[in-house]
């Protein structure tokens, strides 16, 4: 049986340390911590962890990420901690985003007016597509 990676510091040389909760408890041979099994199941994809993290940079909240991903944004906010993610923030910028289907991605691009007076990115969202545009705030 392979013997899972230590989550402190990766290393595979572990023993049995005893049954916590019905789950296997190991002692990692390296630096001494002691651990237990992942739950099966209950891993997220990370797919859905890169795309929160990209989300997050591109300056989409965290509320209006787990609507998007069905992520609580709860998970995006200790992801974001997790790997350290610094948004650039932005005073006179603000991000808008549509989501697209192919046909309607094309569209969006053939009319040159779209391509004007913003910044714009777009990221694959699953089996659409997320178009994220900067409009500059307009002052009265």
Known sequence: MN????????????????????????????C????????????????????????????VSYREIERLLGVSHVSVMNWVKKYGVKAPRQTEYHPTYQILNQKELTTFFQDTKNMKGAGLVVTELGDKFMLIRWERFKHA
Do not use: M
């Not at 005893?18 to 990692?28: E, N, W």
């Not at 002691?34 to 591109?58: C, D, M, S, W």
């Open 3 to 30: 013997k899972p990676p230590c989550p402190k510091c990766d290393s595979t040389d572990a023993t049995k340390s005893g049954v916590i909760g019905d789950r296997q408890r190991y002692k990692c041979k390296n």
């Open 32 to 59: 001494g911590y002691h651990f237990t099994v992942a739950k099966v199941g209950r891993e997220i994809n990370p797919y859905y962890v890169i795309k929160a993290l990209q989300l997050y940079i591109e300056g």
